[in-house]
């Protein structure tokens, strides 16, 4: 496992650029929040998200135990209490059965699986969309009801759900090199194999652009020209993020996640941000006026879900965490709004 650890480190390190990324994945490892990268190939997206793992605590005695358990049900066991937390990556190509479990006899699925760590599904709209949508119910209660033959069957399924897209077919769209060959029928079709359900319940969307040149190989004679070179961004209309740093080491995150973590034991227990309810999130991260106006307006203008609002609220409850802060301030949301790419227009 420390190897593992390490090799991750080193992938995260090998990163370059994308602040806004790496402070979406401390605040993903942090409090537990789903997660979603979008960005042409070769930006980085699937690079950062099997990072993810190396950043998150060990399974404390009761977590171990389970995955112990349903790897022991599974015919995986490799031995001894299991502490390090799964991390699954299904091919896209994956059946409903395959995802979610069933068959005959009934097998877990990879959701099962992945339970007590992290279920990461590359080139998302791929996937078939009767899968995605059987998600919706375990990532609300960590559990997946299986239907076989008149009889149920449930299974753990509390697992942190990582995930990467192009952000069309083609995967060039706003690329500042490449020019898309999409039509924007099929860019809207393509994007609308995710459902608002679902994309719900991943409160982190994080659009990763494809890095400048000088970001790649920095020091270069191009670096003079950084400051005139037109922005290939699109604008958002929503504050962007504020936290991290554009060379925050690997080291420097995880201790971070640390303190964060051990801030929310204290406060909280076990459970992590990712999970609070309503009540919860009244007591531990209460909103100032600005902050309601705030979410107020992106609500207004946005249509967000009442679900959608609470995970605003969560994901600003861990980016107050990763800052040592104890009351959640406007700052951390607006950086929860930053970190929401609102592209599903």
Known sequence: ??????????????????????????????????????????TGKSLLARCLPELLAPADDAEALEI?????????????????RPFRAPHHTVSHAG???????????EITLAHGGVLFLDELPEFRREALEALRQPLETGRVLISRSGTFLELPARFQIVAAMNPCPCGYLGHPRQPCRCPPTLVQRYRSRISGPLLDRIPLRVELPAP?????????????????????????????????SEQAPSA????????????????????RNALLEAAELDRWAPLDARSRQLYEAASSKHGLSARAIQGLRRVARTLADLEECDTVELRHCAEALGLRAFIWR
Request: hydrophobic residues 45%; aromatic residues 2%.
């Open 68 to 84: 112990t358990r349903v790897l022991s049900a599974a015919g995986r066991w490799p031995g001894g209490l299991v502490r390090e």
């Open 1 to 42: 496992q420390s190897a593992a650890r390490a090799a991750g480190a080193a992938a995260l390190d090998a990163v370059r650029g994308h602040a806004a990324g790496k402070r979406a994945l401390a605040a993903a490892a942090a409090g537990g929040h789903g997660l979603l990268f979008i960005g042409p190939p070769g």
């Open 212 to 244: 400048a040149f000088d970001e790649l190989v920095p020091g270069g004679p191009t670096a003079s020209r950084a400051s005139v070179a037109p922005s290939t961004k699109t604008a958002s209309p929503m504050p962007q993020p504020v936290g991290g």
């Open 99 to 109: 995802l979610v479990g069933g068959g005959v006899p009934v097998a877990p699925g």
């Open 252 to 271: 420097a995150i995880a201790a971070q996640v640390r303190a964060a973590t051990e801030r929310m034991s204290a406060r909280q227990g076990a459970r």
